[in-house]
């Protein structure tokens, strides 16, 4: 008959068990039951009834209980639950049932409220393994077909539609694509990326359908690197945890030490037992890795992946900071800095004409010049007949004149102004993209890889973290690198070091404290790996150092670092003072049960509320530490970002600026007063409007954040001397002949405006784009 009797499959019944409640939640709803029957029998005046539902109760968590000590005597120590199966048996034993019971619901309560921690604590790392890709649409000709993700290969097109995750890393192809890169940034707004531009695994597409392609395959890709970094994710190992267990080994030797000295002293077991009850700190030491693991949790969601716990919390205890420069400092790639125009050339015509030369080259001194055209605006021009010879630069033909950009000749002819640009070039350390018409130069680009916007600011926050030694590691030459080290006001400088030159000085401050290393590229691997902690800018950086770090930031912003030591030293300062403030509170406890003071049942009740209250103190390490980093209102992030683009776009007015200056101090003719005019135009068409507007929008919507609108008043002195020099300029335009020509005692002075104003313009830029605009995301 037997075959009449329903089937179920195997994985039904075992996704039937998996639903069940776990041990921890069955524990705390029978030690519930027990002692709230036992109590309404009580009242009742069914004293017999009562003590044997608490007896239950009590019985019913020793199991569990014994089987948690086991576990732990397994792995190597003692731990703390041994103290409550000691109580539990204590309080069968003299007969104390009803704080039996409430011992069982204390560590019932414990238990179920560490799960619920530590369910909560990981629910980002579940979230970012659960949004990994697993599916991909491949074009080919004109079908697309949907293939599993490790399939993809590098060169393959493939198809992102609205709402899909970007499946492997690739670059833009055709439309815009606009995507959600919260995931991998923490940040919420959507990011554009024009045709051409890399895109990163992970990313959502939060606009229409573009394609991709394919640069990396999926196990390549950035997406799969954090993955594997969030798998390795936990708190069981770290140091703190650790440090908990070695409480416990004294801990609990002496609770059975002052246990036996009031049974010997007093004659009284209950005495002993209350003392047992009240030692009883179940949860109380899990408060360490409660904390840990919500640091962690708190890390992911900032853009930070910690690979395990023992990484936090060391980076928690760390005193010197080692960084390396290009791409971690700095950008890790050129910008343009400056572009400088001969006479009779305006300097956007130079680098629109430069950028239209080198758009289809795939040198990264080229995209530099083209993103630099894009981003101010600029329409390229497709060139004809070109040609490209390594080493030299790119030659065709714009507007039918032939034209070329790169390197000069070393034979040619160099007028006199290109020797100022070559000692500019030496000077700052930049390099330079020549243009010449019709083998003529008449314009230079120089380029170089500028400092991170958010580097000063992330020096300064990690100085009030507790880092007291920040030096740079780099293998730059001497004069670049210190010109940096002095701007960020560095401890130490090291320049034109090899890997293993940097291995030797990682090793060498590790001697004297704990040491992290923050670096990107392949040959930061092996320094990442010899300090105590490794730090890699994973967003672009090499996935050799990722590999070998210990903590990655996934977002391309330097600051993130200084969200992680912040996160990591409250993670750490909660985690010691939730275990060491139970331990001092149950040692009170255990004095008072000791002297009689405290019976079991009191003893239990109070016990459970410190323990509670230890393991919610625990959970505040999930939550914003608001000091760490002003909270920006939606509406001034829009504006910062807005007044960043802006600054941007008016770069050519800070060169014309120059220019102008710069002619003035050559041949003081008619070009120089029209290169002057056209400054002027400039200014009042472009530049005050800007700074007008972040006086009386920027600022006041900044003042809130930063402590009132004191704290902009040194930036708004930098305003009143940008109007003042840019009206001194116009009064020496209004003074020259009835020719237009200028007096010979308006020179020196006209010359000092132009170069003064350049000057507070690039520190006034420089400063807003440090000090404000790195706040906005």
Known sequence: MDHFLPRKPLHRVLAALSRMPPLESLLLAGTTVALTVGGIFWWAGARDLANLCWAVGTVVAIGPAVGWVLAALRRGHAGVDLIAVLALGGTLAVGEYLAGSLIALMLATGRALEAAARKRASHDLRALLEHAPRTARRRTGSEVHVVPSAEVAVGDLLVVGPGEVVPVDGNVV???????????????????????????????????????????????????????????????????????????????????????????????????????????????????????????????RRGVVVRDGGALENLGRARTLLLDKTGTLTGGRPRVVDVVADHGWQPS????????????????????????????????TVPSDMSEEPGRGAVGTVAGRRMAVGRLDDGAEKPAWTRSVDNRAVLDGAAVAWLTVEGRPVGAVLLSDPLRHDAPRTLRRLRSTGIERLVMLTGDRAEPAREVGAVLGLDDVRAGLSPADKVAAVRAERERAVTVMVGDGVNDAPALAAADIGVAMGARGSTASSEAADIVLTTDRVDRLADAVAIAVRSRRIAVQSALGGMLLSLAAMAAAAFGLLPPAAGALLQEGIDVAVILNALRALGDDRAARPALQPSTEALIHRFAAEHDDLQDVLEAVRSAADRLSGSPGPEAVTAVREVHRLLTERLLPHEYAEEHQLYPALAPTLGGPEATATMSRAHVEIYRLARRVETHLALAGPDGALAPEQLDDLRACLYGLHTVLRLHFTQEEENYFSLAP
């Open 174 to 300: 055709g439309d815009t694509a606009v995507l959600d890169e919260s995931v991998l940034t923490g940040e919420p707004l959507a990011v554009h990326h024009a045709p051409g531009r890399s895109v990163r695994s992970g990313a959502v597409n939060a606009g229409g359908a573009f394609e991709l392609r394919a640069s990396a395959t999926e196990r390549d890709s950035t997406y799969a690197g954090i993955v594997r970094l969030a798998r390795q994710a936990g708190a069981e190992s770290a140091p703190v945890v650790r440090l908990a267990d070695r409480y416990a080994a004294w801990f609990l030797p002496l609770a059975v030490a002052v246990a036996g000295l009031a049974w010997l002293v007093s004659g009284s077991a209950v005495r002993a037992v209350a003392v047992l009850v009240v030692a009883t700190p179940c949860p109380l030491l899990l408060a360490a890795p409660v904390a840990v693991v919500s640091g962690l949790s708190r890390a992911s």
């Open 349 to 380: 015509q130079v680098l629109r004409l430069a950028a239209s030369l080198d758009q289809y080259s795939p040198h990264v001194l080229a995209r530099a010049l083209v993103e630099a055209t894009r981003e101010r605006g600029l329409r390229l």
